[in-house]
């Protein structure tokens, strides 16, 4: 059994935590169930997101069950308000060091090079947050993958970079065909990425 826990807060861009969360989820339920993806928020309550969608979450920073996967999504709340929030951080931090793997989408890597997971780390981001993460130091941002993986810390670029990283992430946990299997049951198909370039 996989316990996935993605954090939410108010702006959090939506892609960035549901994207993962469909995978996850289609992963459990190919699985024939046992796995389980949580929400965690540090209060109660709807969470209203980046583009006004609202959340309820199923946990609170400290009651939920043991995780083996933390997702930290991205987007105005996490490098405006969140990666200068210590509780917030501190839980990152506490909940990382327990943890079989560690992500971030697009500028949630934000909030992990401030809680320390992505201290000393190759990490990707939102290419148009690249420039800002470097400037923090400590951190080696790579501009030309859609996610990378260091050790036990996944990253990815922007939105829908994420459903890749999830992608990756189910193949090394369950066995790269249970990834395709799920990859073709999303149709997460895209090539071409965009159809109106195409001729009519």
Not at 14 to 43: Q, Y
Not at 50 to 55: D, E, I, L, P, T
Not at 130 to 155: I, P
Not at 169 to 187: F, P, S
């Amino acid at each position: 059994m996989t316990t996935y826990g993605l954090l939410i807060f108010e702006d959090a861009e939506e892609l960035d935590f549901a994207g993962p969360w469909e995978v996850f989820t289609l992963s459990a339920a190919l699985r024939g169930g046992g796995d389980a993806a949580l929400l965690i928020s540090e209060h109660p309550g709807p969470v209203r997101c980046a583009k006004g969608m609202r959340v309820l979450p199923d946990h609170g920073l400290d009651d939920h069950p043991p995780l083996d996967v933390l997702l930290v999504p991205g987007g105005r709340g996490a490098r405006r308000v969140q990666m200068h929030n210590p509780v917030v951080t501190g839980w990152v931090a506490g909940t990382a060091a327990r943890a079989d793997w560690v992500a971030s989408v697009c500028t949630g890597a934000f909030v992990l090079h401030a809680a320390g997971p992505a201290r000393g780390r190759r990490v990707a981001t939102h290419r148009d947050h690249e420039d800002e993460l470097a400037k923090l130091g400590d951190v080696t941002v790579v501009r030309d993958a859609r996610y990378v993986v260091d050790g036990n810390l996944l990253t990815s670029q922007g939105v829908s970079a994420g459903i890749d990283a999830a992608l990756w992430l189910v193949g090394r946990l369950h066995g790269r065909d249970h990834a395709r299997a799920v990859r073709r049951q999303m149709q997460y198909e895209p090539a071409p990425p965009y159809l109106a370039d195409e001729p009519g």
